[in-house]
C-alpha cells in the first residue's frame, strides 16, 4: 500500500539555524500539507500546496517558514531561523484520487531545537 | 475561533467491552468529518470518514448529527490493540482542506 515518507525521522539542531524537513506524498496525490504537534497537545495545521502554490496556510506559518515542491516526488518544509518553540512533531499529508477528503499521514520528523 | 472538543480521558475498558467517544465542533459549516487513531509518538493514522447516515466499518461505527453539531464514535468488542488515541477531525473550511484536530480522547483496554 502506498505511504507517506518523511526524512529525517529526528532532526536537532541548535537555535537559529536553518532546517529542512523532507516529503515523499503517496506518487498519484496532488495535495500536499504540513501539521505539526507538539508534545502533548493537538495536532495543528500549518500549510496546504496544491498546484505549486500555498493555498492555505495558518497563523504558525509566518514568513520563518516555506514549502517547495523542488521536484516532481519531494515536498519540503523550509524554517530558517529555528527558535526554541519549534521543538515538535512534523507531519506531511497528502490528498488525492479518488478519496480527495481523507488525508493521509507521513510518519513524522521529530524536530529539536536547542 | 473554530475549534473540535473531546473529553481526553483515559477511558479504561475490559477487553470485549463495548466503548463509545464522542466531539463537538463549533462551525456548522464543516462539510467533512473523520476519525483517526494515534498511537503514542506516531502519525495519525485515518480510521474512518463519518458521514451523515452514519456508517460501520467492522467494529467500529460512526454517528454525525448535524443539527447539534456532534460526532460520535463507538467501538464494540474491544481489542487489547484498540488501545491507543482516537481523534476526531473535522474540515471546516474546504478551500484549503485543513483539518481541525480534538485534542483526543485516550483508551486503554485491559486484558
Known amino acids: 500500500e502506498p505511504e507517506v515518507t518523511q526524512t529525517p525521522s529526528h532532526q536537532v539542531t541548535q537555535m537559529g539555524q536553518e532546517v529542512i524537513l523532507r516529503c515523499v506524498p503517496i506518487?498519484?496525490?496532488?495535495?500536499f500539507y504540513w501539521y505539526r504537534q507538539i508534545l502533548g497537545q493537538k495536532v495543528e495545521f500549518l500549510v496546504s500546496f496544491y498546484n505549486n502554490e500555498i493555498s492555505e496556510k495558518s497563523e504558525i506559518f509566518d514568513d520563518q517558514f516555506s514549502v517547495e515542491r523542488p521536484d516532481g516526488s519531494n515536498f519540503t518544509l523550509k524554517i530558517r531561523s529555528t527558535k526554541l518553540e519549534d521543538s515538535a512533531m512534523y507531519f506531511c499529508?497528502?490528498?488525492?484520487?479518488?478519496?480527495?477528503?481523507?488525508?493521509?499521514f507521513g510518519p513524522g520528523t521529530r524536530l529539536t531545537v536547542l | 475561533r473554530k475549534e473540535v472538543e473531546q473529553d481526553p480521558g483515559p477511558f479504561n475498558v475490559p477487553e470485549g467491552a463495548t466503548v463509545a467517544f464522542n466531539c463537538t465542533y463549533s462551525n456548522s459549516a464543516s462539510q467533512s468529518f473523520f476519525w483517526y487513531r494515534q498511537d503514542c509518538r506516531k502519525e495519525p493514522k485515518l480510521l474512518m470518514s463519518v458521514y451523515s447516515s452514519g456508517n460501520e466499518d467492522g467494529r467500529f461505527t460512526a454517528q454525525l448529527n448535524r443539527a447539534s453539531q456532534y460526532i460520535s464514535l463507538l467501538i464494540r468488542d474491544s481489542k487489547l490493540s484498540d488501545s491507543a488515541t482516537y481523534l476526531c477531525?473535522?474540515?471546516?473550511?474546504?478551500?484549503?482542506?485543513?483539518?481541525?484536530f480534538g485534542g483526543g480522547t485516550r483508551l486503554m483496554v485491559k486484558p
Open positions: 506518487s498519484n496525490h496532488l495535495y
Open positions: 477531525v473535522v474540515n471546516m473550511d474546504n478551500a484549503g482542506n485543513m483539518l481541525t
Open positions: 499529508a497528502s490528498t488525492g484520487g479518488r478519496s480527495y477528503n481523507e488525508q493521509f
